[in-house]
């Protein structure tokens, strides 16, 4: 299944998503930089680079927004067993689902291992109906300050569909055994 999605450059600097190591995840890049403080009742913005000391986040914009499909049907399902398949069968049609594309920003490990730097709020998620700038917000947890350039890669982006869900009050179920932290074996 192939998910398309529309991306819009919003400054002649921005760099549209590249395919990360031919798989399904999209390199993100570095456009422009807003400092954690306030200047005037405004975001500070910095042009070509910015950094980012220990301990602390950055608003990193893109300088891209997105369209992603609103509502898709899905005609390949993946069941567990027949019973599963009719209680599908019955509730959505044979074999169709709405499915709704997100957008999930996450870390890209190279830079989470050599320098502490990742996603603040990861994933980040971008629902189908975000149309404004991407902004990633990357927080140093390593012990050395470390700059971000323009055009940098500072992360990945996972196209995912999401499906609809719904629950319902019980009085109990299903005791697996399982439960708690650690739960696990970690």
């Given at each position: 299944m192939n998910i398309s999605f529309k991306v819009k450059l919003l400054t002649e600097t921005a760099k549209a998503p590249e395919k990360a190591n031919e798989g399904d995840l999209w390199d993100l890049f570095a456009d422009n930089f807003e400092s954690p403080s306030f200047k005037n009742n405004e975001w500070i913005l910095e042009d070509l680079e910015a950094t980012i000391y220990p301990q602390s986040r950055i608003l990193v914009r893109t300088g891209i927004a997105l369209e992603l499909p609103v509502r898709r049907i899905i005609d390949d399902w993946c069941f567990f067993d027949d019973s599963d398949r009719l209680d599908f069968d019955k509730n959505y049609g044979a074999n169709k689902i709405q499915a709704y594309a997100v957008a999930d920003i996450r870390p890209r490990?190279?830079?989470?291992?050599?320098?502490?730097?990742?996603?603040?709020?990861?994933?980040?998620?971008?629902?189908?109906?975000?149309?404004?700038?991407?902004?990633?917000?990357?927080?140093?947890?390593?012990?050395?300050?470390?700059?971000?350039?323009?055009?940098?890669?500072?992360?990945?982006?996972?196209?995912?569909?999401?499906?609809?869900?719904?629950?319902?009050?019980?009085?109990?179920?299903?005791?697996?055994?399982?439960?708690?932290?650690?739960?696990?074996?970690n």
């Open positions: 490990s190279g830079l989470a291992l050599k320098h502490g730097i990742t996603v603040l709020n990861t994933p980040g998620t971008i629902d189908n109906s975000y149309r404004k700038e991407i902004g990633v917000i990357i927080y140093n947890a390593g012990l050395e300050p470390y700059t971000i350039k323009k055009g940098d890669k500072i992360c990945q982006m996972l196209i995912r569909p999401l499906y609809p869900s719904s629950f319902e009050i019980v009085k109990d179920f299903e005791d697996t055994g399982r439960g708690g932290y650690g739960s696990t074996g």
